[in-house]
T-cell receptor, first 115, second 115 residues
Framework: DAMVIQNPRYQVTQFGKPVTLSCSQT?????MYWYQQKSSQAPKLLFH???????NEADTPDNFQSRRPNTSFCFLDIRSPGLGDAAMYLC??????????????FGPGTRLTVL | AQSVTQPDIHITVSEGASLELRCNYS??????LFWYVQSPGQGLQLLLK??????LVQGIKGFEAEFKRSQSSFNLRKPSVHWSDAAEYFC?????????????FGIGTKLQVIP
């Protein structure tokens, strides 16, 4: 089945220790997104890629970076995690046919704990 | 900028009872509207979406939603709730315009189903 896969599902890191979260997709979609979701809050868009074109949200901290080496994979790098970065991180994809009305397909998420 | 309000943070219904989850949006024109469901520990799954045309939209799992322009609402309904419907439900809006505009999610409504 075509899907969005996130690894690992659970990640524990130490305060200040860099961490990388992984997302892969078999849908061959043009757009890949990273969201941060804290408990009882709406998913918050961090950034997205349309193909190789990176688009950062204005309020995304510099501590968060992303890489998309090819169509299938996208990575979220947190350079120096703080306690406030503990959250669920959701990866999503969409076809990207020229407008945001595209349905987004979500992965199961990675729950990040910062000690 | 668009916004979404889900006034009910938590709702409890009995199995077999009807359900209505409220969603109000703010946008200058008719937007794209979505309802997503998130089961515990899972990513978001699209239930249904409204782009244009018939204001009553049918979705998966027996859900439907009605777009009411005069009330700026897009409420989600189900005539008979099943225990497996217990989850968190997110309403979302995206501008109905060309180019890329981000999807804005509401804060979510957590549904509890009791026997």
């Amino acid at each position: 089945d075509a899907m969005v896969i996130q690894n690992p599902r659970y990640q524990v890191t130490q305060f200040g220790k860099p961490v990388t979260l992984s997302c892969s997709q078999t849908l061959n979609h043009n757009v890949m997104y990273w969201y941060q979701q804290k408990s009882s809050q709406a998913p918050k868009l961090l950034f997205h890629y349309y193909d190789k074109d990176f688009n950062n949200e204005a309020d995304t901290p510099d501590n968060f970076q992303s890489r998309r080496p090819n169509t299938s994979f996208c990575f979220l790098d947190i350079r120096s995690p703080g306690l406030g970065d503990a959250a669920m991180y959701l990866c999503a994809t969409s076809r990207g046919e020229g407008r945001w009305g595209d349905e987004q397909f979500f992965g199961p998420g990675t729950r990040l704990t910062v000690l | 900028a668009q916004s979404v309000t889900q006034p009910d943070i938590h709702i409890t219904v009995s199995e077999g009872a009807s359900l209505e989850l409220r969603c109000n949006y703010s946008y200058g024109a008719t937007p794209y509207l979505f309802w997503y469901v998130q089961s515990p520990g899972q990513g978001l799954q699209l239930l249904l979406k409204y782009f244009s045309g018939d204001t009553l939209v049918q979705g998966i799992k027996g859900f439907e939603a009605e777009f009411k322009r005069s009330q700026s609402s897009f409420n989600l309904r189900k005539p008979s709730v099943h225990w497996s419907d217990a989850a968190e439900y997110f309403c979302a809006v995206a501008p109905n315009s060309g180019g890329y505009q981000k999807v804005t999610f509401g804060i979510g409504t957590k549904l509890q189903v009791i026997p």
